[in-house]
């Protein structure tokens, strides 16, 4: 609920322009500045003032609006640090199959999708995932084939590293059965995989293209998420993909849009063309290696279902030493897909034979970050900590996969298993974390998110949930190099979401995650009850730069 103040400036337009103002008060906000602060004022894409009600009626007069908070939270908005934006926006606005629970399940899908969009030149699909079905396998070729009428379709496996395609689609693809990647009847992967994605994404419309990014920004703003990175590259989405999303965000009408494009820089010119197409870096899914579903992320040790089989290596020490040296000469950052430990071993000894030839200081000032980073070892924490690499990690992947019955163990064993995303031995070693989704892999979902952070199913990885909240907040930020954000205090932009919770708590400082406080004599601002079982909060307003993007509209 809001009252609106008139503001003599903002009604006559030749009056002298000054930012607006506004008031929160009655509340809880989330602040460093002040553990029992009730209220804050913004003024224009700033955070102005954070305290306590008290001292709250001397702003009352002097502000353009005032939002009563009526008991609600105001938090820094979350950052999702990792997402592929028209990706999701197809999964949300068409053919999704992460809900079908069985093979036939998912032939009905496709079947009923088929019919509804006639027009359409291919079909465009996503999330099936076989490892949980009683048939135990994906759909063949010649399922798909029926099931479409002939058509073209495209369907990506949960983790975006494989897929099932129609006849007809291979058929628009000349030379794609003599690519790696290729089998006759089973998922496509690596090069025949892209190569498919390619022409698939192609058929997309400018307006099919803005539709699906539309509705990912605004599926993003509706869960109090004011920031996510794209991570795009050539093997991923178009440059006119890319370019568009950007484009779009600058608009102001959703979260802002960091771009990542994953493409390798051996030169300045390299370099430079990456900054061209507005990107921060040559990071994100840069493939060092694939997934662990797919069976390609690179091993050390073979797959314990696939006796003899070590994954994909995409990228050598020696690559990943080119790249970030030559990514650091240029002042820009670097980064890296990569989840088997084979992989994160190469990723780590090639960051480190950079800093020899660039310098250490200089490698560790640039923030190079590892996307994923799940099959880490003692020597590789210690590695990324020692050369200042961000590990950029999506916590609902254990959610989903982990424990001793899910994917994870079914493809390592349940003793590998456990080693996987040993996120408090990170942060134990002083590694930044970055936390977001890989949406659409796994949904847009903050506060599952760092829920799924707290309540790891390997109990000794879980973190404290204010230590996974701050990752998912400001630690999305600090990957980007910004240390003045992600956080509540006078100074910072003014990115921040307003929620319906129930009651804000402590969480102990002990190994049991579980135990939490009600004691504001704690001084630390509180957090809603994220126990498995709980309802979550509900985001009632989304605010990115002063600007409402969700919610009541800033009168």
């Known amino acids: 609920m809001s009252e609106r103040i008139p503001d003599p400036a903002r009604e006559h337009p030749t009056g002298p322009a000054r930012p607006r103002t506004v008031l929160l008060r009655g509340g809880e906000v989330h602040s460093p500045a002040d553990p029992f602060a009730t209220a804050m004022v913004v003024e224009g894409d700033r955070i102005a003032w954070v305290g306590e009600e008290g001292a709250a009626d001397s702003f009352a007069e002097g502000v353009d609006e005032v939002v009563q908070l009526d008991g609600a939270l105001v938090t820094p908005a979350f950052t999702d640090a990792h997402v592929h934006t028209t990706a999701t926006g197809l999964a949300l606005t068409g053919l999704d199959l992460s809900g079908a629970g069985t093979l036939s399940d998912a032939l009905a899908r496709v079947r009923g999708y088929a019919a509804a969009r006639r027009a359409d030149r291919i079909l465009l699909g996503h999330g099936w995932d076989a490892s949980g079905w009683p048939e135990g396998r994906p759909p063949s070729r010649a399922e798909l084939d029926e099931a479409t009428g002939g058509r073209p379709l495209y369907l990506t496996r949960v983790d975006v590293h494989s897929a099932v395609v129609t006849t007809a689609l291979l058929d628009l693809v000349p030379g794609v059965r003599e690519l790696a990647g290729f089998r006759a009847d089973a998922p496509l992967t690596g090069d025949a ?4 994605r390619q022409a698939a994404y192609a058929t997309l419309t400018p307006a099919q293209r803005t539709e ?20 795009a590259g050539p093997e991923i989405s178009g440059a006119d993909d890319f370019t568009a999303l950007l484009a779009l965000a600058r608009e102001g009408n959703g979260p802002r849009v960091v771009g990542y494009w994953a493409e390798f820089v051996a030169s300045a010119k390299d370099a430079e063309r990456i900054r061209e197409l507005g990107a ?4 994100g899914d840069l493939f060092a290696d694939g997934s662990l579903g797919s069976h390609t ?12 089989h070590t994954g994909t290596a995409h990228l050598d020490a020696e690559a990943v030493a080119a790249h970030v040296a030559a990514c650091t000469e240029a002042g820009l950052q670097a980064g890296f897909h990569a989840i088997g430990d084979a992989a994160l071993t190469g990723v780590v ?6 800093a020899e030839r660039v310098g250490l200081d200089r490698v560790r000032a640039a923030r190079h970050r590892v996307e994923h980073a799940e099959m880490l070892t003692e020597r590789t924490i210690a590695g990324f900590a020692d050369l200042a690499l961000t590990a950029s990690v999506q916590p609902a992947f254990d959610a989903a996969w982990g424990g001793a019955e899910g994917m994870y163990a079914a493809r390592l064993g349940v003793d590998r298993a456990r080693t996987l995303n040993p996120y408090a031995a990170l942060l134990k070693a002083g590694v930044p974390l970055a936390l977001g989704s890989d949406s659409p892999v796994t949904p847009l979902d ?3 998110t760092v829920r799924a952070a707290v309540f790891h199913r390997t109990r000794a990885h879980g973190i404290s949930a204010r230590a996974a909240f701050t990752a998912h907040t400001r630690g999305g930020w600090r990957a980007v190099g910004r240390d003045d954000a992600g956080v509540l205090v006078p100074g910072a932009p003014a990115d921040y979401a307003v929620w319906r919770t129930g009651e804000l708590l402590v969480q102990a400082p002990d190994e049991r995650v579980e135990r939490w406080s009600t004691d504001p004599r704690s001084g630390t601002p ?3 009850d994220l126990t498995p079982g709980t309802d979550l909060p509900v985001c009632l307003r989304t605010v990115v730069g002063g600007r409402t993007v969700f919610g009541p509209p800033n009168e």
């Open 193 to 196: 995989h892209h190569a498919v």
């Open 212 to 231: 699906a990014q539309a509705a990912a920004l605004a599926r993003a703003a509706s869960l109090g998420i004011g920031s996510i990175h794209e991570c």
């Open 280 to 283: 921060v870096g040559a990071a």
């Open 297 to 308: 992320a690179h091993l050390h040790a073979p797959y314990a279902d696939s006796p003899g």
């Open 349 to 354: 000894d090639g960051v480190r034979a950079a």
């Open 446 to 448: 903050p506060w599952g």
């Open 526 to 528: 509180g957090l809603p």
